[in-house]
């Protein structure tokens, strides 16, 4: 697992390029088009320079680490990686999309992994030829990933064993904390976390407290480093109300977005 692919410029997939590369990874980073990888690549470039000087890295460190992630918005150089991580916006349409052009390029023995928070990794390999799904897995980064150690890693009905081994091991090379987790629509900590959200919009639709008072209390009184409104703001209100929407076709009506929060 030298070579290393990601697919996507947002935040999630610069920050991932961003954590391979600061382990010693070639990185090859794709996004359709180059504005989006010169945006991603200037925002990496100032979130490293802050951290030297919270004492994170080194002047060093950084210009290594840049110099490890190459920009392409060919696919077609993905042919030679050892493993490339999706991490494309969260709808299965763009993901199925990404993975019939990746298993088209992609060496046999590839490992795919997919980073999305909320859709079932089986439901993603049934979208893949039989001969790639023992290849698949989820790998679920937290966001901000360069800070967030956790890692869910998920795999599918047809994952191999091997693949399994491989994706729990690399994620601890590189820094993280990889959880195993079954493959169930929102894993384990959406599933936990949306509950969550969905009754702090709650009370703030009931009137028990503003969206301000419920931080504070999340902070103060439950030990969080953010309260809910917070964290909402950081991974926009968009992305949780989809969040919730997938999981609530598949677990019902305990998932239902709040009218407050659409």
Known sequence: MEKIGVVGAGLMGAEIALVFALAGHDVLHNDRNEASLERATARLA?????????GFYTADTIARALQRIRTTTRLDDYAGVDMVTEAVFEAQDVKAAILAELDCVCRPDCLIASNTSTIPISTLAGLLPQ?????????????????????????GFETAPAT????????????KTPIRVK???GFA?????????IEAVRLV?????????I???????????MGPFALMDAVTLSLCVQAQEIMQEAYGERFRPPALLK
């Open 46 to 54: 100032i979130l490293l320079q802050k951290g030297v000087e919270r």
């Open 131 to 155: 001969a790639r799904r023992p290849y698949f897995v989820g790998t679920h980064y937290f966001s901000p990933v360069s800070r967030m150690k956790l890692v869910e890693v998920i795999p």
């Open 164 to 175: 399994i081994s491989i994706a729990m091991r690399l994620m601890a090379a590189v820094g």
């Open 183 to 185: 493959d169930v629509a």
């Open 189 to 197: 900590v959406n599933r936990m976390l949306h509950m969550f959200i």
């Open 205 to 213: 639709e009931e009137g028990v407290a503003t969206p301000e008072d």
């Open 215 to 225: 931080d504070t209390a999340c902070r103060l009184g439950l030990g969080h480093p």
